[in-house]
């Protein structure tokens, strides 16, 4: 996926313009859907958050700053901010009331949709498993550069630090992982 031209950088616009959100979306639902499968194991979870990233976006892209960094870095940081602020709910749900609640309906070939994607993660989300030993900002940045295809600056643009911050980050973070990884299988689980 390719950030858009020079002209079409500000998207400040997209929370007041259909036409323009219309573009936003479709140029970047696939990317999207596929960051929170990594992320989620539930097709009517992962569907609603997804939507749930679009609707920040709506509500905070009056907020975007082109000169903080690029729309991708941004609109990752969004979503990374939204399946945070959801796994909060869900777990002061469980602690209220012991379940998860308000799920949509989805149609057959909606779930199937869904499942097919999630099935396509699933590699990804044991890598991902097995960076939960490493820490929650070392883990974030590896996974905003290596798994969603960010550059550094990017990532630092949706992790709020500096470009400097995290290459030095990175580069402790890749010794970490490739200790995490050398690991046999079965001290992963």
Aim: glycine share 6%; proline share 5%; hydrophobic share 45%.
């Amino acid at each position: 996926m390719n950030d858009p031209s020079p002209a079409e950088d500000d998207i400040r616009g997209i929370g007041v313009d259909p036409v323009a959100f219309a573009v936003f979306y479709r140029r970047h639902v696939e990317a999207v859907g596929r960051f929170v499968a990594r992320r989620v194991d539930d097709p009517h979870l992962a569907a609603d958050l997804t939507a749930d990233v679009f609707l920040a976006v709506i509500e905070s892209a009056a907020g975007y700053r082109p000169d903080r960094g690029s729309q991708i870095g941004w609109l990752y940081g969004v979503a990374r901010n939204v399946i945070g602020d959801e796994r909060r709910r869900a777990a002061q749900r469980l602690r209220v009331t012991g379940r998860l609640a308000g799920r949509r309906d989805l149609g057959p070939d909606d779930i199937a949709r869904i499942e097919e994607r999630i099935d396509a993660e699933s590699a990804a989300r044991r890598t991902h498993r097995a960076l939960r030993e490493l820490p929650e900002d070392t883990r974030t940045l590896v996974e905003l550069v290596a798994v969603d295809g960010l550059t550094v600056a990017d990532a630092a643009t949706a992790l709020g630090i500096s470009p400097v911050a995290a290459r030095v980050r990175l580069h402790r973070a890749r010794r970490l992982v490739r200790a995490v990884l050398a690991r046999p299988a079965t001290t992963l689980a």
